[in-house]
């Protein structure tokens, strides 16, 4: 086989345009980009309309590519495991079907599998990878891209093995066999040979094969994008520290924000920053554990095994280091789970015992007041001493106490039944009082579980509230805390047993459980079900009715979400009113805000003005549609592509604004459409003492919620030489009061040819301008006006595809293009 991939791609995409499905052809072209840089937003916000579009068009070759590409973002930089098995190995049944197996991107499904193996248990599954690896590797020509992918996967699976030497080798031999067919092999190749010889410890080698990689990447034309960059800092920073060169290992080091947004980079981040901390270089304090603490939840949830696993061992051993007990046995806790999932186990389970003998040993702290008055002790402290690590560690033991002295009155009371049944019944005493849980227990339990969440240990504070449900189920607080703990773990299938169990007594609740589930993972129509539901049987609540009303704005069903913003204000009690544990129960400010938005959506402008009223809103009409004149505003909007488009526009009303340029195809909004905007800014006004032309430049930004009134103006373009200011101020009014819209997208950068000076000079100021048709004037029509009002001037002017549009003569239009260089 020896069909380009990117040939593939550029054919395929020019019969996509000329077929009229720009949209899938766009995607074509993009997804690569997106997943590669872990442009996660975009990849979601593009694959599910492109993959369904090509499998309606019947073009399996384009679904492999598709499928593969976004299995490529899941497993590479978001490091899943478990959770893209099912589409790895799907994927790669249907990359070898009949109609698919002659895609030049088929091959690929087989390195998404291994990596996907890769994920769950890397050492694991070594034979199996190898096997595949290799029968697919004898089938792919070395001028292929697969090529380098395959031998770098290949490598991998040597190092996996503990072979960084024969994984050398083969990259060594990979590469003379890809110079060889006349290619040159990737910066990723590059990458990979540094870490077989970061394992082999021939650090200096590495550093400088990486420079030499990275050289040969922009010696052939290419530049390093921040991704490259990214990756290139935290493989620098990892051998720079290995060496004891720290403070260059500091400088090359990613910002630990940065390691939060790209899972990729996080595991060579948290070994260099483990070779800094034992240095002395690096912080080992509270908040580098709870970054690594939710990292290891993130692969936890992922079912990424094995890098759970080694993660999770790394931030134990900094955890016994600055001496926090609990947090250690809590990430042992979860690599004990996580050994008993690896299929191989020699290399870590010592690493584990290691661990546990370590976590076991640091010492208990004595408490400083009973265990019963903890709670108050704590909370008497000033909020600069708090130190969450140690306060953890006290009311763990706090806990331990409490539950020691609850389990010997249990047994005191065990005692004394069986003795009064041994007893004549005269006079027997009967059970024991105060069997029951111990007076503030569980409490303390719910502070303690509550502080393991916020460090980052979500599954061991829900162990610690599933216990102590069974031993004081009555309790209020302890559902409530439980189920927000598995949602913030992500844990769906404990948080259905927990609906289960609460369900005979209180339904409502169990409703509560599952519709807060679903809110998390986006199931708007189930959140609002849900809620509806609890209404029947509860039809005071507050809080649910908040849930579903943003659940019903994210459906866009605005009349229900109108709805019960109404039926809330109609049940809560007035602020003033409310008894200080209610004060949540009360009408709040946002939600008056997302009724007048949702209402605004509705049309139901005497809802907008009522609300706004007791807002302090001042309208300058009593009644009918709000459209004033506010201010200008930026509204942020969705583009097709994924990403996110600043558009300019005048705020008409509360939560109203009307778009002001001139927009293409790539942003679902133009010139003159009424939209409705969410209430929330996005950005924080600058702060008092900022430079005032700080104070100038900012606009209030606003998410777009939904299209209005669409205005109905059509785009085209114009390209050509700068007029002047007279003359492109008298071009815009005149076509402003026809009712036409124009918006200049150029800078003073834009140059175009001059074809009347020196063919090396610099060149004829350029204008690249969007020009708006209304929907009351034709193609032809505009075509007329355009001419009519350029006439005159001394460069003329293109706009080809308007020319096109109004069946007028193009060759003027392609004579200028050519001539000015547009």
Same mark, same amino acid.
């Given at each position: 086989?020896?069909?380009?991939?990117?040939?593939?791609?550029?054919?395929?995409?020019?019969?996509?345009?000329?077929?009229?499905?720009?949209?899938?052809?766009?995607?074509?072209?993009?997804?690569?980009?997106?997943?590669?840089?872990?442009?996660?937003?975009?990849?979601?916000?593009?694959?599910? *309309?492109?993959?369904?579009?090509?499998?309606?068009?019947?073009? !399996?070759?384009?679904?492999?590519?598709?499928? #593969?590409?976004?299995?490529?973002?899941?497993?590479?930089?978001?490091?899943?495991?478990?959770?893209?098995?099912?589409?790895?190995?799907?994927?790669?049944?249907?990359? #070898?079907?009949? *109609?698919?197996?002659?895609?030049?991107?088929?091959?690929?499904?087989?390195?998404?599998?291994?990596?996907?193996?890769?994920?769950?248990?890397?050492?694991?599954?070594?034979? *199996?990878?190898?096997?595949?690896?290799?029968?697919?590797?004898?089938?792919?020509?070395?001028?292929?891209?697969?090529?380098?992918?395959?031998?770098?996967?290949?490598?991998?699976?040597?190092?996996?093995?503990?072979?960084?030497?024969?994984?050398?080798?083969?990259?060594?031999?990979?590469?003379?066999?890809?110079?060889?067919?006349?290619?040159?092999?990737?910066?990723?190749?590059?990458?990979?040979?540094?870490?077989?010889?970061?394992?082999?410890?021939?650090?200096?080698?590495?550093?400088?094969?990486?420079?030499?990689?990275?050289?040969?990447?922009?010696?052939?034309?290419?530049?390093?994008?921040?991704?490259?960059?990214?990756?290139?800092?935290?493989?620098?920073?990892?051998?720079?520290?290995?060496?004891?060169?720290?403070?260059?290992?500091?400088?090359?080091?990613?910002?630990?924000?940065?390691?939060?947004?790209?899972?990729?980079?996080? #595991?060579?981040?948290?070994?260099?920053?483990?070779?800094?901390?034992?240095?002395?270089?690096?912080?080992?304090?509270?908040?580098?554990?709870?970054?690594?603490?939710?990292?290891?939840? +993130?692969?936890?949830?992922?079912?990424? #095994?094995?890098?759970?696993?080694?993660?999770?061992?790394?931030?134990?051993?900094?955890?016994?280091?600055?001496?926090?007990?609990?947090?250690?046995?809590?990430?042992?806790?979860?690599?004990?789970?996580?050994?008993?999932?690896?299929?191989?186990?020699?290399?870590?389970?010592?690493?584990?015992?290691?661990?546990?003998?370590?976590?076991?040993?640091?010492?208990? !702290?004595?408490?400083?007041?009973?265990?019963?008055?903890?709670?108050?002790?704590?909370?008497?402290?000033?909020?600069?001493?708090?130190?969450?690590?140690?306060?953890?560690?006290?009311?763990?033991?706090?806990?331990?106490?409490?539950?020691?002295?609850?389990?010997?009155?249990?047994?005191?009371?065990?005692?004394?039944?069986?003795?009064?049944?041994?007893?004549?019944?005269?006079?027997?005493?009967?059970?024991?009082?105060?069997?029951?849980?111990?007076?503030?227990?569980?409490?303390?339990?719910?502070?303690?579980?509550?502080?393991?969440?916020?460090?980052?240990?979500?599954?061991?504070?829900?162990?610690?509230?599933?216990?102590?449900?069974?031993?004081?189920?009555?309790?209020?607080?302890?559902?409530?805390?439980?189920?927000?703990?598995?949602?913030?773990?992500?844990?769906?299938?404990?948080?259905?047993?927990?609906?289960?169990?609460?369900?005979?007594?209180?339904?409502?609740?169990?409703?509560?459980?599952?519709?807060?589930?679903?809110?998390?993972?986006?199931?708007?129509?189930?959140?609002?079900?849900?809620?509806?539901?609890?209404?029947?049987?509860?039809?005071?609540?507050?809080?649910?009715?908040?849930?579903?009303?943003?659940?019903?704005?994210?459906?866009?069903? +605005?009349?229900?979400?109108?709805?019960?913003?109404?039926?809330?204000?109609?049940?809560?009690?007035?602020?003033?009113?409310?008894?200080?544990?209610?004060?949540?129960?009360?009408?709040?400010?946002?939600?008056?805000?997302?009724?007048?938005?949702?209402?605004?959506?509705?049309?139901?402008?005497?809802?907008?003005?009522?609300?706004?009223?007791?807002?302090?809103?001042?309208?300058?009409?009593?009644?009918?549609?709000?459209?004033?004149?506010?201010?200008?505003?930026?509204?942020?909007?969705?583009?097709?592509?994924?990403?996110?488009?600043?558009?300019?526009?005048?705020?008409?009303?509360?939560?109203?604004?009307?778009?002001?340029?001139?927009?293409?195809?790539?942003?679902?909004?133009?010139?003159?459409?009424?939209?409705?905007?969410?209430?929330?800014?996005?950005?924080?006004?600058?702060?008092?003492?900022?430079?005032?032309?700080?104070?100038?430049?900012?606009?209030?930004?606003?998410?777009?919620?939904?299209?209005?009134?669409?205005?109905?103006?059509?785009?085209?373009?114009?390209?050509?030489?700068?007029?002047?200011?007279?003359?492109?101020?008298?071009?815009?009014?005149?076509?402003?009061?026809?009712? +036409?819209?124009?918006?200049?997208?150029?800078?003073?950068?834009?140059?175009?040819?001059?074809?009347?000076?020196?063919?090396?000079?610099?060149?004829?100021?350029?204008?690249?301008?969007?020009?708006?048709?209304?929907?009351?004037?034709?193609?032809?029509?505009?075509?007329?006006?355009?001419?009519?009002?350029?006439?005159?001037?001394?460069?003329?002017?293109?706009?080809?595809?308007?020319?096109?549009?109004?069946?007028?003569?193009?060759?003027?239009?392609?004579?200028?293009?050519?001539?000015?260089?547009?």
């Amino acid at each position: 086989m020896s069909t380009d991939v990117w040939g593939w791609v550029y054919d395929t995409h020019g019969q996509l345009v000329a077929a009229g499905q720009h949209r899938l052809a766009t995607a074509l072209v993009e997804i690569a980009g997106h997943a590669v840089d872990g442009r996660n937003e975009q990849l979601d916000a593009l694959y599910p *309309e492109a993959v369904a579009s090509a499998r309606a068009l019947g073009l !399996p070759w384009v679904e492999v590519f598709l499928r #593969h590409w976004r299995l490529q973002n899941l497993l590479n930089k978001r490091h899943q495991g478990e959770q893209a098995m099912t589409e790895a190995v799907s994927l790669l049944e249907f990359a #070898h079907r009949e *109609e698919t197996a002659g895609c030049p991107q088929s091959v690929c499904a087989v390195q998404d599998f291994t990596i996907c193996h890769a994920n769950i248990d890397g050492p694991g599954y070594v034979p *199996e990878r190898l096997a595949v690896l290799e029968e697919t590797l004898e089938r792919v020509e070395p001028s292929r891209a697969c090529f380098d992918c395959l031998s770098r996967e290949y490598a991998d699976t040597l190092e996996d093995d503990g072979r960084p030497g024969e994984a050398l080798a083969h990259l060594d031999r990979a590469k003379t066999r890809i110079q060889a067919a006349g290619e040159s092999v990737s910066l990723s190749f590059g990458h990979a040979r540094c870490s077989a010889l970061y394992r082999l410890g021939r650090l200096e080698e590495a550093l400088a094969a990486l420079a030499a990689a990275e050289q040969a990447y922009t010696k052939a034309g290419h530049q390093l994008d921040e991704d490259d960059r990214r990756k290139g800092g935290v493989i620098r920073a990892r051998l720079l520290a290995a060496l004891g060169r720290y403070d260059e290992a500091l400088e090359q080091l990613p910002e630990g924000a940065e390691a939060d947004e790209f899972p990729d980079v996080r #595991h060579r981040w948290t070994e260099a920053v483990a070779l800094l901390v034992a240095a002395g270089r690096y912080p080992n304090d509270a908040r580098l554990g709870v970054r690594l603490a939710h990292w290891v939840s +993130y692969l936890d949830a992922a079912g990424s #095994h094995r890098p759970c696993l080694d993660l999770a061992l790394t931030a134990g051993r900094l955890a016994v280091a600055r001496g926090a007990r609990e947090v250690a046995l809590a990430l042992l806790a979860t690599a004990e789970r996580k050994l008993a999932l690896l299929r191989r186990t020699e290399a870590v389970a010592g690493q584990v015992a290691e661990l546990a003998a370590a976590a076991r040993a640091l010492p208990v !702290p004595r408490l400083p007041v009973p265990a019963a008055e903890l709670l108050a002790h704590l909370g008497a402290r000033p909020p600069e001493q708090a130190d969450p690590e140690a306060e953890l560690e006290l009311l763990a033991a706090g806990w331990h106490e409490l539950a020691a002295a609850e389990g010997e009155a249990a047994e005191s009371a065990a005692a004394e039944g069986e003795a009064a049944e041994s007893a004549p019944v005269e006079g027997a005493a009967g059970p024991a009082a105060g069997a029951g849980p111990a007076p503030g227990a569980t409490d303390l339990l719910l502070a303690l579980a509550g502080l393991f969440a916020s460090l980052g240990h979500e599954q061991a504070a829900a162990a610690l509230l599933w216990g102590r449900l069974e031993q004081d189920p009555g309790h209020q607080g302890l559902v409530g805390m439980l189920c927000s703990v598995l949602v913030e773990a992500r844990d769906g299938e404990q948080l259905a047993r927990l609906a289960e169990r609460v369900a005979p007594a209180d339904p409502a609740g169990a409703h509560w459980i599952r519709a807060r589930w679903a809110l998390a993972e986006s199931r708007w129509a189930e959140a609002v079900e849900q809620v509806e539901a609890l209404l029947v049987l509860d039809p005071d609540r507050i809080n649910p009715r908040r849930l579903a009303a943003a659940a019903a704005t994210e459906l866009g069903d +605005y009349p229900t979400a109108q709805r019960l913003y109404q039926e809330l204000l109609e049940h809560a009690p007035a602020p003033e009113q409310a008894g200080p544990e209610e004060q949540y129960r009360t009408v709040q400010v946002p939600d008056l805000w997302h009724l007048i938005t949702v209402a605004s959506a509705n049309r139901d402008w005497a809802v907008v003005r009522s609300t706004g009223a007791r807002l302090g809103i001042e309208f300058d009409r009593p009644d009918g549609p709000v459209d004033e004149e506010w201010q200008y505003i930026t509204v942020r909007a969705r583009r097709s592509d994924g990403g996110q488009s600043d558009v300019p526009a005048l705020r008409t009303g509360p939560a109203t604004a009307r778009i002001l340029p001139v927009l293409g195809e790539d942003v679902p909004l133009n010139h003159r459409d009424l939209v409705v905007f969410s209430p929330a800014l996005l950005e924080p006004a600058p702060a008092e003492g900022a430079p005032e032309a700080e104070k100038q430049r900012w606009r209030p930004a606003f998410e777009l919620l939904t299209l209005l009134d669409p205005a109905g103006y059509t785009t085209y373009f114009l390209d050509g030489a700068w007029p002047g200011p007279q003359r492109w101020d008298q071009l815009r009014d005149t076509l402003g009061g026809h009712g +036409y819209g124009i918006w200049a997208y150029s800078g003073q950068q834009y140059r175009i040819l001059d074809p009347t000076g020196p063919e090396e000079g610099e060149g004829l100021p350029g204008i690249y301008a969007a020009l708006g048709v209304p929907p009351t004037a034709s193609a032809a029509q505009a075509d007329a006006l355009v001419a009519e009002l350029t006439a005159g001037w001394t460069h003329p002017l293109a706009w080809l595809e308007l020319a096109k549009a109004a069946g007028a003569q193009t060759a003027r239009h392609e004579e200028v293009i050519e001539r000015y260089g547009l």
